[in-house]
């Protein structure tokens, strides 16, 4: 859980939050809850790039995209 801990240790108030994750055949599952929980006073973007993991390594131009719809 190195995000979890990251995020204990961290004070992210009033930072937008921006999440990113590749995964196996669970998907998200709970882990935007589990996140939002950890950052009470976070603001977590609705906007979430997700992949599985098999499509991570070709997925480069996908996530330049989801950057720049971000705005970075």
Do not use: R
């Not at 937008?16 to 995964?23: A, E």
């Not at 929980?37 to 976070?42: R, S, V």
């Not at 098999?54 to 950057?67: G, K, M, R, V």
Request: aromatic fraction near 10%; hydrophobic fraction near 35%; include cysteine.
């Amino acid at each position: 859980m190195a995000l979890l801990s990251f995020l204990e240790n961290n004070d992210l108030s009033g930072k937008q939050v921006y999440l990113f994750c590749s995964h196996g055949t669970g998907g998200l599952a709970n882990s935007v809850d589990i996140i939002t929980e950890a950052l009470p006073d976070g603001e977590i973007s609705d906007n979430i790039f997700d992949c599985y993991e098999e499509e991570a390594p070709s997925s480069q131009e996908e996530i330049e995209s989801w950057l720049t719809g971000l705005g970075y």
